[in-house]
């Protein structure tokens, strides 16, 4: 597979920092966004293969990011990953074409095996 | 025939009419596409299964739970489910749309049982406790309640005082959304683990305490407070004390879990009222819950509050013994200064014990040296252990009071009727106070007279019973918090003070060994409540016993041996296991029955259809039935050369068909068949290598009643007999890839899938088996899924059994551990036909049990010895 890069949006700055550096000696290529806003920054000037995003962000949360993401770069991956297990939630992100809802704790191996699961979907599409 | 497959095309390609324009590059590509999505439906598929028996675990299981694993597992099934049917929904466009609607209803389901927070009664945010009584208990908790009822039902003396209620509660932790940001913090560190518990405690306790109250709360508060200081005097000081609702509700004592505040000021009024609130997350509170399957939103905080006693002497009556159901004597625990010390089994305590009768009389008093008196400054409000000085060892109580407080006790006791805990509090003017008031849990001590010298010299000796029983374990010694750290599972704990905050290791403890304490005391309560035998008041217990390891507690001989001395343990009543339905078993016992029940069981019935599923897993089951077949329709009836199916050839043709979905054959194959030599499964070798060690003997001899049977089945199940038109009728159709199978077999009868994943993904691997049905009926099918189960379990599958259809999984693991489960499937596939026939003849069974044990053995033996010899030549 050819490099993933992977954007990773989440306002808890020390958790995706952390990730970033173990995804990054893992062979990826990674981005970071504190928030939905600084995501679609990126997107609009960027491209990504998968996205990671968090559901609960102070202003725009991962739900409406999701939607505007999806607007934007159709053919982008996201990845839900959160702390707040709620169904509804979880149902309301997949049917707005999330790849999946993870939640935290998630292993990174796991999460390692999603984001190539997302990318080589996203391959096969184009 | 081609016009057919045309019209199928067009269906499944959707807007192409050109579908047969189609390249067999395009083909290919849009095939990829649909093996990920396959793949893809396999590993959520998997997942979900995984879920659903975790659930299933934890309902059955001893382990504890909170809110927040039903939560995730139920969003996490939910959100693999709806995967599963997006991604058949790619491998079929519109074909199964219907399912989207039946998955929306059932997840509104799941979701209306996550959601139902518990709706208070309460329409004040406080009230006051003449206000209150007995019918009260869901608004101001039942400690509140008991003491509204004492007052006004009963007409004995209560401190005048108010309830902040569950109203208050509420809102505080939703206006603030702290309720939903702790549910987030326990589900993002999870609070099962010790060392994770107290950081975690701490952060959501600060949290809480440093929340704003919403202002209406607060306002009532502070007005309540004047209200009563107009009742009783300037400046009055007041004690606050939990009253949790669901406190005393099912046998769940909650003693001593949450933190009581006294001698407070109207300055301090607010912050004694969120520390109480946020002593709902102590480590002792949170364990004592998921030990108990409590969920958190079930204890709305209550908080009591009431003019504080400047008391003389306090502590608590039983009403009766509470180690003996027996016994109906009074027993009065008394101490100097407040009540506290009492409970807090921080000093030792004086015992007068009552007989009932008009007037009662005293039938035992035992005076204690209480070297420390709890107070509290009426101005200064401070509260602190204080010398006693020279009323150390004198009694606490005159023969009269006592008499007073037992008449108290046999009243309530009869109002009540039933045995109460009572706390109580007597003023400078020998007042008396009633503050607490609760059923007393009675249980049955072993009485025990131990001749000396029975069980060896004990390392210690004396002391009271506070929770009866005889338990070994090793001793350790906690003084710090620091110490519940490394309380070894199924430990003695050993304190030189009965402190509460021990109570958060009796869920994990054999024991408890005690200096200070009496059975009066909260962490006696706890102890008995967890079946913990506890030994209170031995002292010199901490020097004594200090580094021994592993000690026996006898805790009705009172006394303290080394070892484990069986002869003495196997005098104690057999512990009972926790109980298996609490609340939070209960609620999750509802979300499963949403998720867990498989209706959909045949797939040749009409009745298998989107409409039919009521359950996630009845989705599951018909998505992934669903996708196999489409899968090999898609290889087979696109008659491109490299995707046909091709027939096994081995000797003969056998009827076993393959679809290769992407690398399973070692070169393209032009022809009709295809041979073993050519498979480059690797997960489909293993299978056969165990299908043709040992040949099969032929279908063992029958009995009357079981030929019988077949000849019935077989005419009225078009499955079964031979030239049925059911879609796939005897065949075995095989789809492969490099590292994955799925076989779906259709055998004379009985219906078998065998799916496995093998490749460098190591924790995605996985083996499964399912089978169903067979000739016989239904008793001897359901006998031979439970007896092909057990055969799996010998090499660590993991077994799940509904009636006739057996299902085992093996998850996680190297590539040969899992190609050696293949084999064993390979075996039993060959080796288990027609063996339904005989299963009621315990003899044969047993026999085949041998049989197969040794087949088995010389099988992996022998691709164990095979691989050794490959390693040998790559090495040579």
Redesign the interface.
């Known amino acids: 597979m050819s490099t993933c890069s992977v954007l990773l949006v989440d306002d808890e700055a020390e958790f995706i920092e952390t990730l970033a550096k173990r995804l990054t000696r893992r062979g990826l290529k990674v981005h970071l966004a504190f928030s939905g806003q600084e995501a679609l920054d990126f997107l609009a000037a960027n491209e990504a293969d998968v996205a990671v995003l968090d559901v609960k962000m102070p202003g725009m949360d991962g739900i409406e990011a999701l939607q505007k993401i999806k607007a934007l770069k159709p053919g982008l991956e996201v990845l839900m990953l959160t702390a707040h297990a709620n169904v509804e939630v979880a149902m309301r992100g997949m049917e707005l074409g999330a790849f999946d809802y993870l939640m935290k704790p998630v292993e990174l191996e796991e999460l390692l095996c999603k984001i190539q699961d997302a990318n080589k979907k996203k391959c096969l599409q184009q | 025939m081609f016009t057919r497959l045309k019209t199928f095309f067009s269906s499944l390609i959707g807007g192409h009419h050109q579908g047969e324009g189609m390249s067999d590059e395009e083909i290919l ?1 849009e095939f ?2 649909r093996y ?1 999505n396959f793949r ?1 439906l396999l ?1 959520a598929n998997k997942k979900t299964l995984m879920i659903m028996s975790e659930m299933e675990q934890a309902l059955r299981g001893a382990s504890v739970f909170g809110m ?1 694993f039903v ?2 597992q ?3 099934a ?2 693999n489910v ?2 599963i049917v ?1 991604h058949l929904s790619e491998i079929a466009p519109g074909k199964y749309d219907a399912l989207f609607e039946r998955l ?1 209803d059932i ?1 509104a389901q ?2 209306a049982v ?1 959601d139902r927070q518990p709706q208070t009664a309460a329409t004040e945010l406080v009230l006051p406790l003449e206000a209150v009584d007995r019918a009260h208990a869901d608004q101001v908790g039942s400690k509140m309640a008991n003491l509204g009822d004492i007052m006004a039902r009963v007409g004995l003396p209560v401190p005048p005082g108010f309830a902040v209620t569950a109203l208050a509660y509420s809102r505080f932790m939703r206006d603030t959304g702290l309720g ?1 940001e702790i ?3 326990i ?4 609070a099962d683990d010790h060392a994770t518990l107290l950081p975690l405690c701490s952060q959501i306790q600060q949290m809480i305490q440093n929340a704003k109250l919403p202002p209406d709360v607060a306002e009532a508060i502070l007005k309540a407070y004047l209200e009563l200081e107009a009742r009783t005097e300037p400046d009055v000081r007041v004690s606050m004390r939990s009253s949790a609702l669901g406190e005393d509700a099912m046998g769940q004592s909650f003693a001593g879990q949450f933190r009581s505040v006294l001698g407070v000021s109207a300055e301090e009024l607010l912050i004694a009222y969120k520390e109480i609130v946020a002593s709902k997350y102590s480590p002792q509170a949170v364990t004592y819950r998921m030990a108990k399957g409590i969920p958190n939103e079930d204890v709305a905080m209550c908080v009591g509050c009431m003019a504080m006693v400047k008391a003389r002497s306090g502590g608590v009556i039983y009403s009766r013994n509470p180690l003996s159901i027996r016994d109906d004597e009074i027993f009065i625990h008394s101490a100097w200064g407040l009540a506290k010390t009492v409970v807090d089994g921080a000093v030792a305590s004086d015992l007068f014990v009552a007989r009932r009768g008009d007037p009662p009389r005293l039938t035992e008093q035992r005076i204690a040296c209480k070297d420390r008196v709890y107070l509290c400054d009426p101005v200064e409000g401070v509260c602190r252990h204080e010398e006693a000085g020279e009323a150390a060892c004198a009694p606490s109580l005159t023969d009269e009071e006592a008499l007073r407080l037992a008449s108290m006790a046999i009243r309530l006791d009869e109002v009540y009727a039933e045995p109460l805990d009572i706390e109580w509090a007597m003023d400078q003017e020998r007042n008396i106070f009633l503050l607490q008031c609760r059923p007393l849990q009675q249980i049955e001590a072993g009485r025990a007279k131990r001749p000396p010298g029975q069980f060896g010299k004990p390392l210690a000796a004396g002391g009271v019973t506070g929770s009866p029983g005889v338990a070994a374990g090793t001793v350790h010694v906690v003084a710090r918090d620091l110490d519940m750290l490394t309380f070894p599972e199924g430990g003695v704990v050993l304190a030189a003070d009965a402190a509460p905050r021990w109570a958060t290791l009796l869920s994990r403890a054999s024991a408890l060994v005690c200096e200070r304490g009496s059975v009066a005391g909260h962490l006696s309560n706890v102890a008995r409540e967890f079946g913990v035998p506890a030994l209170m008041g031995m002292e010199g217990a901490v020097a004594a016993l200090s580094g021994k390891g592993e000690v026996t507690v006898d805790a009705d001989g009172l006394a303290v041996y080394p070892g484990r001395v069986e002869s003495l343990l196997a005098l104690a009543p057999k512990r009972e296991t926790p109980q298996a339905q609490s609340p939070m078993h209960a609620i999750l016992r509802e979300v499963l029955d949403i998720v867990a029940p498989l209706n959909l069981l045949d797939p040749s019935v009409p009745e298998f259809s989107p409409e039919n599923c009521l359950t996630l897993h009845d989705i599951t089951r018909f998505c992934h039935e669903k996708s196999v077949t489409e899968m090999f329709r898609f290889g087979q009836d696109f008659q491109f050369s490299k995707r046909a199916s091709k027939q096994l050839k081995y000797r003969v043709p056998m009827k076993w068909w393959f679809v290769n979905l992407d690398d399973g054959f070692t070169r393209e194959i032009t022809g009709k068949y295809v041979t073993m030599e050519e498979i480059a499964c690797e997960p489909v070798l293993s299978l056969w290598e165990g299908f043709v060690a040992v040949p099969w003997a032929g279908p063992p001899p029958v009995d009357a009643a079981g030929l019988l049977h077949i000849v019935a089945h077989s005419t009225v199940n078009r499955n079964l007999t031979h030239g049925g038109d059911s879609e796939y009728a005897q065949g075995n159709y095989f789809m492969i890839s490099r590292h994955y199978m799925c076989l779906s077999s259709r055998f004379g009868y009985h219906f078998c899938t065998v799916e496995a994943l093998v490749d460098e ?1 190591e ?2 691997n996985y083996v499964s088996f399912q089978f169903k049905g067979g000739a016989a009926e239904q008793g001897r099918r359901a006998l031979r899924a439970k007896f092909v189960g057990e055969v799996l379990e010998n090499y660590n599958f993991r077994v799940e059994i509904q009636g006739d259809e057996m299902r085992a999984v093996y998850a996680k693991g190297p590539m040969d551990l899992m190609l050696d489960r293949l084999r064993v499937i390979g075996y039993l596939l060959m080796h288990t036909r027609q063996i339904d026939m005989v299963m009621t003849n315990e003899a044969m069974v047993e026999g085949f049990r041998q049989k197969f044990a040794k087949d088995i053995g010389d099988i992996l033996r022998q691709a164990a010895e095979r691989h050794m010899t490959e390693v040998m030549r790559e090495m040579a």
């Not at chain 2, 589900?187 to 999870?190: C, H, I, L, S, Y």
């Open positions: 590509a990829k596409k990920h893809l590993t927040s939560r995730s139920a969003t996490a939910s959100v709806y995967r997006k929306k997840q799941i979701a996550l939903d549910n987030r913090l589900q993002a560190v999870g993904r924790h995605e």
